[in-house]
């Protein structure tokens, strides 16, 4: 098995480095470092890197120098009070790793909060901090009696707490003692969601910005020696839809006060197409390389191709190469020894419609859901277009406009342009895919289904990358039956269909009944229970009712049994306030899913570039176009044709694992599934 995640860190490859500290430290910053990072890294807050650094609000420079405050003096209080609390011998210390918190940290020792901040005195201000080495009292000890503080002067200390990738309010609340409740009320924009990278406050109120940020004529007016090393410059920017001041916040770096200083107009709101002034340092930083559709272009019949500009599409005119670029590129790969390949991607822009629309075309994009599926795509394939060029892959893609409805395109018109290829990419629709593949079959080329879920005519060159919903269950009941596990169904009587499945296709698992009136027999639940081996409930159920005496039962039972909380596929009922989330990850819930939420390395950086190159976070639709380009590229490059790679490969990209195997009846299809699990620090998890 091949994984390719490590080749993005090749693509996207960061350093960073420190410097020793003082009462001021000069640090120099790496590059893609932010803001965020640099104070987490010292453990003071961004407010007081601006306050020494007030450039920095215009954007980090590589190879700049930061002056960053230390106060040396709570630190060597921290270290003698570390030092004192290891007395008996019988204490540990515990170096604070990623991700741990209060909740997680006590639960890996068996202390109460009470015991673990008596024993660190120091985290009732700081909270728990990477790298911190804390003193873990020996079990049953007396927490000993804190000092009484001197009282404070001043207003409370403001202490934030950025959103991290699958926190959850649950776990922020734990993390610093305090309930939902609480955490809501003081952050009132979280109640229907928790965005990442929200700044929440946790305690005091945020500070107000001492520097405002200037007008251009300002900036201007100053003399050289009071100026920044480079000045500010402006542009117009279009407020998109659902845009709120945390997004334009998060985009350009500035507070609402700082955003209504500059548009006066947004007193009364962000309303969606209004006009801003905005830094310009902010919306159009340096991508990776120069996204452009590499060496050979598309054809004639798409004479103005859509570019993705983040904030809508732009009309481009292509220039086409010549006969004698063509010759030239064939002569080089000649010299070279490199057989190049040639992938296609048929994306449906359906240009006439965009050109011919009187109502323009930010009103199309605003109305038209599948042109900004489309987009989003195109975005996330160029993407890996782009990282194929940083690794010098011998490729050259070609991108049509497949005109595509649910039964029509124009692809029989473009069959001679795709014979030669050795991957196409597309159409959309699953009709136009497998007119594709049908009219391809004779010329043996791939075709790629990138975002049909329908299951596939047998059609021996075509490939559906979504796997079916079957091939999804079958892969949790695969991996339990692995574990050698015990596989219990509670299954509400109105799902039928998930009852038939289960009976014709896992044979072996055991019903829990019902009662006369649809509800859980929970005693006859907890007896197809077996002591000493791993007991899987699969719960499919949208009772509240049903669902709560399940659970409750499963906990009842872990005090005899392992009991693991398993679904097929999303449940509602499972997201609403009756339900704990507490309980559901006590029985570390598992779901079978087709992508996956990593904090790795690579896939961060890939999303941080995504944002730097089209202004905003990437969508489910540009991640699966970049995971299913990239994975077709890769492929070709490893000298052998799309089909043996097919047979000998499993990939892993950003979201998407690519598993294909040949169907009994003809194509392929992929299995590409992870098994995810809520585990005891709160966080998703992939079973091995």
């Known amino acids: ?126 909270g728990v901090q990477i790298g911190q080495k804390l003193v873990i009292p020996a079990k049953g000890s007396a927490p000993k009696a804190a000092a009484k503080p001197a009282k404070e002067k001043g207003p409370e200390k403001y202490v934030y707490h950025d959103v991290q990738p699958k926190e959850t309010k649950f776990g922020i609340a734990k993390q610093y003692n305090m309930t939902v409740d609480e955490l809501e009320k003081r952050n009132p924009d979280i109640v229907s969601n928790l965005p990442v990278g929200y700044r929440l406050t946790i305690k005091g109120t945020a500070p107000k910005t001492e520097a405002p940020v200037e007008t251009a004529k300002a900036v201007e007016s ?18 998109k839809p659902k845009e709120t001041f945390y997004s334009l916040g998060r985009v350009f770096h500035l507070s609402q006060d700082e955003l209504v200083a500059l548009n006066p107009s947004l007193s009364e709101g962000v309303k969606e197409g209004m006009v801003l002034k905005v830094p310009a340092g902010y919306i159009a930083p340096a991508p990776i390389v120069t996204a452009q559709i590499p060496d050979k272009p598309a054809d004639s019949s798409v004479n103005k191709p859509v570019e993705n500009t983040g904030g809508g599409i732009k009309i481009v005119d292509k220039v086409k190469s010549t006969e004698n670029e063509d010759a030239e590129i064939v002569e080089l790969t000649k010299k ?64 049509y406009d497949s005109q595509e409805t649910k039964t029509t395109s124009n692809v029989v018109g473009l069959t001679p342009k795709l014979q030669d290829a050795d991957a196409v990419i597309g159409p959309f629709y699953q009709t136009n895919a497998e007119t594709t593949a049908n009219m391809l079959r004779s010329y043996n080329v791939p075709v790629i289904s990138p975002l049909s879920k329908d299951i596939a005519n047998p059609i021996e060159n075509l490939y559906q990358t979504i796997p079916s919903n079957d091939v999804i269950k079958n892969a949790v009941f695969d991996y339990m039956r ?66 709560k005496a399940t659970i409750k039962a499963l906990l009842d039972s872990q005090k005899t049994c392992q009991v693991q909380l398993v679904i097929l596929e999303p449940n509602s009922t499972l997201d609403t306030d009756e339900i704990s989330f507490d309980n559901l990850v006590k029985l570390k819930l598992m779901y079978p899913s087709v992508t996956r939420e990593s904090d790795e390395q690579p896939v961060l950086i890939y999303e941080k570039q995504y944002r730097l190159k089209n202004k905003a976070n990437p969508t489910t639709y540009a991640t699966r176009g970049f995971d299913v380009t990239f994975d077709t590229m890769m492929r070709l490059s490893q000298g052998k044709t799309f089909q043996e790679t097919a047979d000998l490969m499993t990939t892993q990209q950003v979201d998407n694992k690519f598993q294909y195997y040949r169907k009994e009846d003809g194509g392929h299809a992929n299995k590409g599934v992870y098994i995810l699990y809520y585990d005891s620090d709160l966080t998703l998890k992939v079973a091995n």
């Open 222 to 239: 100053k003399k050289p020696a009071e100026t920044s090393k480079k000045a500010v410059t402006y542009m117009e920017y279009q407020v």
């Open 336 to 399: 070279k020894g490199v057989e190049r390949k040639k992938v296609v991607l048929l994306l449906p822009f359906n240009m006439a419609k965009v050109q011919s629309d009187t109502s323009g075309t930010a009103n199309r994009i605003k109305n038209d859901k599948f042109l900004n599926m489309t987009l989003d795509f195109y975005a996330g394939a160029m993407m890996a277009i782009d990282s194929a060029k940083v690794l010098k892959l011998p490729i050259d893609v070609a991108i």
């Open 1 to 126: 098995m091949k994984y390719y995640l490590t080749v993005l860190s090749l693509v996207f490859f960061m350093t960073s480095s420190a410097f020793s500290q003082e009462k001021v430290v000069k640090y120099k910053v790496s590059s893609g470092e932010t803001i965020n990072q640099i104070a987490q890294k010292f453990k003071v807050t961004p407010y007081d890197i601006y306050q020494l650094n007030p450039d920095a609000r215009t954007g980090l420079v590589p190879n700049s120098v930061l002056l960053i405050p230390t106060k040396t003096g709570e630190a060597k209080k921290e270290v003698s009070e570390t030092k004192t609390a290891v007395a008996s011998g019988k204490e540990i210390i515990h170096e604070v790793q990623p991700k741990e918190t209060f909740y997680s940290i006590e639960h890996k020792y068996g202390i109460s909060d009470e015991a673990l901040k008596a024993a660190n005195p120091f985290l009732e201000k700081t």
């Open 482 to 547: 692995s574990k050698n596990g015990n596989i219990v169904a509670v299954v509400d009587k109105k799902k039928e269909s998930v009852i038939n499945y289960i009976k014709q296709n896992q044979k072996g698992v055991a019903f829990a009944s019902l009662t006369e009136t649809g509800g859980l027999d929970v005693a006859n639940l907890k007896s197809l229970l077996i002591p000493n081996r791993m007991n899987y409930v699969v719960m499919e159920t949208g009772n509240t009712a049903m669902v």
